[in-house]
T-cell receptor
Framework: AQSVTQLDSQVPVFEEAPVELRCNYSSSVSVYLFWYVQYPNQGLQLLLKYLSGSTLVESINGFEAEFNKSQTSFHLRKPSVHISDTAEYFCAVTPLAETSGSRLTFGEGTQLTVNP | EAGVTQFPSHSVIEKGQTVTLRCDPISGHDNLYWYRRVMGKEIKFLLHFVKESKQDESGMPNNRFLAERTGGTYSTLKVQPAELEDSGVYFC?????????????FGSGTRLTVV
């Protein structure tokens, strides 16, 4: 079984400030890792994912996350946030062994609020 | 292509009543999933269909919940009778068979409030 812990439920920051949303996971098997984002009144959207290869993955809107196997972490970062980044962010994992149609295990979410 | 559609977007019902949520996946997506988020907690898996068959329903909380996917197209999730603790946001997602979690597309969710 897997579990995901998002260490901060609320993260308020000012516009153009850097931000880090923390995610730690626990699993007895290797996992794939994901960050999803939910903007107000919208569905969950995949932000970025780590499947294999380089441990640093990037999204098209400036977010990046680094997979750290020894620390079982997958923290999400952005060097300079915008008002439009205000949303709830979810970290999720799924085991490698079940690559077709497998379930995701989510964290409790982190509400990022960017203030002017 | 059209996304995953869920309706209603909101539903408020009284305890003891029945509610049916519907999910229309992306056309051609064999995999359909239901997830639920209760009271700001984590999003939890409920079940997984492959076409019309239930692949995994281990996340269904109890027998008051019934999910169907007739003909392998849209799916319904019925709660009967609804209890207060069933309140939350119900998400549906779909993916093509080969993609698995790589290609999940989520709907906007149905917010269910049981009063």
């Amino acid at each position: 079984a897997q579990s995901v812990t998002q260490l901060d439920s609320q993260v308020p920051v000012f516009e153009e400030a850097p931000v880090e949303l923390r995610c730690n996971y626990s699993s007895s098997v290797s996992v794939y890792l994901f960050w999803y984002v939910q903007y107000p009144n919208q569905g969950l959207q995949l932000l970025l994912k780590y499947l294999s290869g380089s441990t640093l993955v990037e999204s098209i809107n400036g977010f990046e996350a680094e997979f750290n196997k020894s620390q079982t972490s997958f923290h999400l970062r952005k060097p300079s946030v915008h008002i439009s980044d205000t949303a709830e962010y979810f970290c999720a994992v799924t085991p490698l062994a079940e690559t077709s149609g497998s379930r995701l295990t989510f964290g409790e979410g982190t509400q990022l609020t960017v203030n002017p | 292509e059209a996304g995953v559609t869920q309706f209603p977007s909101h539903s408020v019902i009284e305890k003891g009543q029945t509610v049916t949520l519907r999910c229309d996946p992306i056309s051609g997506h064999d995999n359909l999933y239901w997830y639920r988020r209760v009271m700001g907690k984590e999003i939890k898996f409920l079940l997984h269909f492959v076409k019309e068959s239930k692949q995994d329903e281990s996340g269904m909380p109890n027998n008051r919940f019934l999910a169907e996917r007739t003909g392998g197209t849209y799916s319904t999730l019925k709660v009967q009778p609804a209890e207060l603790e069933d309140s939350g946001v119900y998400f549906c997602a779909s993916s093509q068979w080969a993609n698995g979690p790589y290609g999940y597309t989520f709907g906007s969710g149905t917010r269910l409030t049981v009063v």
